[in-house]
């Protein structure tokens, strides 16, 4: 208990305070620009960090993750350029809800739903950190797999009408995914021998791309009227501009399974925050009474994502505490920052020196109030900055997009790529085709592709064959949970048929 | 207070080099120092730290610029075409230099088109198996190979990279088959080998693993013993074809002046030397050895030619 209590008290000396707020500060700020990251500010402060001290460093760094995967959803809603790929499921409702003037509302949702995300899962990291972390390293490519498919599934009801352009959308999005290295024999696959191609086309320049450039192609055709105009507009009805206490409350079942599904994710080195996103706002319209208005403008379609991909950065960090193992780049760093200060982090650390992870949970839960308070707080400074003229909008976007997909990793290959991806984007938009289904084949089918041929290469190395993953009780669980959610969604539509209701 | 003395040295660097700025002109304008690696991995974290303290040590600045993609060699290509008068230079690492090469184009000839700075970090890459495994010795593993063909499951941290044509050629020698099963990163390899998807993996994550009681090391895959288990042989003490060193390093377009070399030859031991390096590279686990531009020339010239030679035997892609 001593120790507990002293451990906390690492983290709540008023510069650890202060080295949240600016964490907090800076992790919105370069969030919201599309292109620099949060990773990327932490990169830069590393060689300063020696002359830090730790308890000053590390809550600093959890501020700038934290803050800035709320920045990025700002900008993902008021003007449709996600600041990071964990915010583009964020636009498909958030957007939608800033042109109808409800631009305050989306982002205190996301706001809120980022807190609770980070919460349930900093909750889920202190309490059951070794048990999720034990059962998310039984996970493997087959597990993967299935859960991929599930993905798949649930996004597939996404796809708008006509089906065909959403189909052709989707394979548009697999094509672009395919170029860059195979992945089982790392042989080149669409590159034309471009080395600027072989790592593959980056998921930066086609969100930038495909979303926002397209976007302000779009606009540029309108009046010149509408080009003066204001860029964003806020109605004046005061409920329009906040979150109720009935709208929070009905977001709540899908704010705690979004977490749930988060928590789950980030537990398992592999997937990531987007994918995420993605799967928790496919479940959210999935289980909604009302999906046909996903899409549109659902309150709840701007919750799910955002406490999903927030749930991942905390959860990130159970693989980390139980095996020392990263889940993504941001714990790698916080794990660089741990071991430049000489703070073991592990399955050891416990018993050799619980002090430092006490302190870790307490900057955690204080990083997350901070982040609430100053995001109410940056909202304001948001609504002013994106009230300029919609002209002037318009070119700083342009500007934006091609010093962020430039600033990425140094590549001018990276800016013309986004303007090609905002032309095809735009001329997608002009007949039609869905921008989702597209980013779905992009993030996902990659993904599918790798863990399923894993799973194949893995194949005849088990006396069973192919048949080795019924061996595997993560993969048997799996396929037991979503037996029964098919299973449980067909009774609700048989037994709700005969009562004379109409089913979703 | 350790701020403000670092100010005064910076200061009284800066006129000391402009004092003698007439007789040894190097540097005297911003060095760029571009990392082909991407922000917050442990060569960037390596490249910011030893731009930091040259620059203080040099008294100018040095920027690092991420120039990332094509595994590595877009930023060394870059570098290698830059102007050959050490204010472009570049971060390397082993697989770019003498093991990538053999098996793609790569924008520059290594032995060419490059010249060697000098050599800052050496690390380890332990071959490991679980813990609980039933593997005690490098001799049990090939003994189950032989057994098992193409039942054995493995990885390291990169496709194509040095440990893995070492360990590929290792089961050459012996005449076994093995699957390698690729994954993105050490930290995926570690948790796969953790979950059981695979059961041996060459990772310098293994270090770090072993001591935290879940992994056991049976062989080193680099030149030196491993100080983790200085009992495990490397792998040519084990009579297997070769066992390359990962090294970090710096390197400029081929022709540097002499001049650039002589500072870099001064500056890089004071660096690895520095309290700061150090602490660094001891929570990494990195060895750190320093070798100057002609020794680490030497270094790079006989690593290139003995993986050229043991790709064509092992028929690697």
């Given at each position: 208990m001593?120790?507990?209590i ?5 983290a709540l000396?008023?510069q650890s305070?202060?080295a949240?707020?600016?964490?907090v500060?800076?992790?919105q700020?370069?969030?919201a620009i599309?292109?620099?990251?949060a ?5 830069l402060?590393?060689p300063?960090?020696f ?5 000053v ?25 996600p600041?990071?790929p964990?915010a583009?499921?964020t ?10 003037g409800k ?10 739903a ?9 909750v889920?990291?202190?309490?059951f950190?070794?048990?999720l972390a034990?059962v ?7 597990e ?5 498919l ?13 089906v065909?352009?959403?189909?052709v959308a989707?394979?548009?999005g697999?094509m672009?995914?395919i170029i860059?290295l195979d992945?089982?024999?790392?042989s080149e696959r669409l590159?034309f021998g471009?080395p600027?191609?072989?790592e ?8 930038i791309?495909f979303?926002?450039v397209?976007e302000v192609?779009?606009q540029?055709g ?10 964003t ?9 906040r979150v109720?206490w009935p709208?929070f ?13 988060g928590t ?8 990531g ?5 993605f ?13 046909e208005?996903f ?5 709840e379609?701007?919750a799910a994502?955002e406490?999903a ?13 139980a095996?020392g193992?990263p889940g993504?780049?941001?714990a790698?760093l916080i794990?660089?920052a741990l ?6 982090v592990g399955?050891?650390?416990f ?11 307490a900057a955690l ?8 308070a100053?995001?109410?707080g940056?909202?304001h400074v948001?609504?002013?900055a994106f009230?300029?003229?919609r002209?002037?909008l318009?070119?700083s ?7 962020g997909s430039f ?12 303007f090609v ?5 735009y001329?997608m938009?002009?007949?039609?085709f869905p921008?989702?289904p597209l980013?779905i084949?992009?993030i996902?089918?990659?993904l599918l592709?790798?863990n399923?041929?894993?799973?194949l290469?893995?194949?005849p ?15 048997l669980?799996?396929l037991?949970?979503m037996?029964s ?17 109409t089913?979703? | 207070m350790?701020r403000i003395?670092?100010v005064?040295?910076?200061f009284?660097?800066v006129?000391?080099m402009l004092?003698?700025?007439?007789a ?5 304008k911003?060095i760029?120092?571009?990392?082909p690696?991407?922000?917050?991995g442990g060569?960037?974290?390596a490249?910011?730290?030893?731009a ?11 920027n690092?610029?991420n120039?990332?993609g094509g595994?590595a060699?877009?930023?060394?290509g870059?570098?290698?075409?830059a ?7 570049s971060?390397i690492?082993t697989?770019?230099?003498?093991i990538?090469p ?7 000839h290594p032995?060419e088109?490059l010249s060697?700075?000098?050599q800052?970090?050496?690390s380890n890459?332990p071959?490991?198996v679980?813990?609980d495994s039933?593997w005690?010795?490098l001799a ?26 070492a360990?590929?050629?290792?089961f ?5 088959t093995?699957t390698?099963v690729?994954?993105r ?5 570690l ?13 310098s994550?293994g270090?770090?693993a072993?001591?935290?009681?879940q ?7 680099t030149p ?6 200085p ?5 040519t003490e ?8 990962i ?10 002046p ?6 870099w030859?001064?500056?890089?031991p004071?660096?690895v030397?520095s309290p700061?390096?150090q602490?660094l590279a001891e ?8 070798a100057?531009?002609a ?8 690593d290139?030619?003995a993986a050229?030679?043991t790709?064509?035997?092992?028929g690697?892609?």
């Amino acid at each position: 208990m001593d120790t507990i209590i002293e451990g906390i008290g690492l983290a709540l000396t008023w510069q650890s305070l202060l080295a949240v707020v600016l964490g907090v500060v800076a992790g919105q700020i370069l969030g919201a620009i599309p292109g620099l990251t949060a990773s990327m500010a932490v990169a830069l402060l590393i060689p300063y960090s020696f002359y830090f001290d730790p308890w000053v460093g590390i809550p600093m760094l959890l501020g700038m993750f934290k803050g800035s995967l709320f920045g990025s959803s700002v900008t993902a809603i008021l003007i449709r350029t996600p600041g990071t790929p964990a915010a583009s499921a964020t636009v498909l409702d958030g957007y939608p809800l800033a042109r109808a003037g409800k631009g305050a509302k989306a982002i205190k949702m996301a706001l809120y739903a980022s807190v609770f995300g980070d919460t349930f899962s900093d909750v889920c990291l202190i309490f059951f950190a070794s048990i999720l972390a034990l059962v998310a390293l039984k996970f493997g490519p087959a597990e993967y797999t299935l859960l991929i498919l599930l993905a798949l599934g649930s996004l597939g009801m996404l796809s708008s009408r006509p089906v065909w352009k959403g189909l052709v959308a989707t394979l548009i999005g697999v094509m672009i995914g395919i170029i860059g290295l195979d992945p089982i024999t790392a042989s080149e696959r669409l590159t034309f021998g471009n080395p600027e191609l072989e790592e593959g086309i980056g998921l930066i320049p086609m969100l930038i791309g495909f979303l926002a450039v397209s976007e302000v192609f779009r606009q540029m055709g309108g009046s010149n009227r509408e080009l003066s105009s204001k860029a964003t507009r806020y109605s004046g009805k005061r409920e329009d501009n906040r979150v109720s206490w009935p709208e929070f409350r009905g977001c709540i079942p899908v704010l705690f399974r979004s977490s749930a599904i988060g928590t789950a994710i980030g537990a398992m080195p592999g997937l990531g925050s987007t994918v995420a996103a993605f799967i928790a706002y496919g479940e959210a319209r999935r289980t909604s009474r009302k999906p046909e208005e996903f899409g549109k403008g659902a309150l709840e379609g701007v919750a799910a994502p955002e406490a999903a991909n927030n749930a991942v950065s905390g959860a990130n960090l159970i693989p980390l505490l139980a095996f020392g193992i990263p889940g993504d780049i941001a714990a790698a760093l916080i794990l660089g920052a741990l071991m430049v200060q000489g703070v073991n982090v592990g399955p050891l650390a416990f018993s050799q020196n619980p002090l430092p992870i006490y302190a870790i949970y307490a900057a955690l839960i204080l990083a997350n109030l901070i982040n609430l308070a100053i995001g109410l707080g940056m909202l304001h400074v948001a609504r002013f900055a994106f009230s300029v003229p919609r002209r002037l909008l318009l070119a700083s976007v342009l500007a934006i997009a091609a010093a962020g997909s430039f600033a990425l990793r140094g590549s001018l290959f990276d800016v013309q790529l986004v303007f090609v991806f905002g032309v095809a984007g735009y001329l997608m938009m002009r007949h039609g085709f869905p921008p989702v289904p597209l980013l779905i084949g992009f993030i996902l089918m990659p993904l599918l592709e790798e863990n399923l041929r894993t799973v194949l290469l893995l194949a005849p190395t088990y006396d069973e064959h192919i048949l080795f993953i019924f061996r595997r009780p993560a993969f048997l669980a799996l396929l037991a949970i979503m037996g029964s959610a098919i299973g449980f969604v067909l009774w609700r539509r048989r037994r709700s048929r005969p009562a004379g209701r109409t089913g979703a | 207070m350790r701020r403000i003395a670092s100010v005064l040295g910076g200061f009284a660097l800066v006129v000391s080099m402009l004092g003698i700025a007439a007789a040894d002109g190097y540097p005297s304008k911003t060095i760029t120092l571009i990392c082909p690696y991407s922000a917050g991995g442990g060569g960037d974290t390596a490249t910011r730290i030893v731009a930091k303290l040259a620059g203080d040590l040099m008294g100018v600045q040095i920027n690092v610029e991420n120039k990332t993609g094509g595994g590595a060699t877009i930023g060394i290509g870059a570098t290698a075409k830059a102007k050959a008068d050490g204010y472009t230079l570049s971060f390397i690492s082993t697989s770019p230099i003498t093991i990538r090469p053999h098996m793609m184009d790569a924008p520059y000839h290594p032995l060419e088109d490059l010249s060697y700075v000098g050599q800052i970090v050496s690390s380890n890459q332990p071959l490991i198996v679980r813990a609980d495994s039933e593997w005690k010795t490098l001799a049990d593993v090939i003994a189950y190979a032989k057994a098992n063909p193409g039942k054995l499951r493995w990885s390291t941290s990169v496709q194509r990279g040095g440990p893995h044509v070492a360990v590929e050629a290792m089961f050459g020698k012996e005449g076994v088959t093995a699957t390698y099963v690729p994954f993105r990163g050490g930290s995926k390899v570690l948790a796969a080998l953790l979950g059981g998807t695979i059961d041996l993996a060459m990772i310098s994550e293994g270090n770090k693993a072993t001591l935290d009681g879940q992994t056991r090391i049976l062989a080193e895959g680099t030149p030196g013993r491993n100080p983790v288990n200085p009992d495990a042989p490397t792998l040519t003490e084990a009579g297997y074809p070769i066992a390359p060193a990962i090294f970090f390093g710096f390197a400029g377009p081929a022709n540097l002046p002499g001049e650039v070399l002589a500072k870099w030859d001064e500056v890089l031991p004071k660096v690895v030397a520095s309290p700061e390096f150090q602490k660094l590279a001891e929570q990494r686990k990195w060895s750190l050895k320093h070798a100057g531009s002609a020794e680490f020339t030497k270094i790079v010239t006989m690593d290139y030619e003995a993986a050229k030679k043991t790709i064509a035997e092992i028929g690697m892609k």
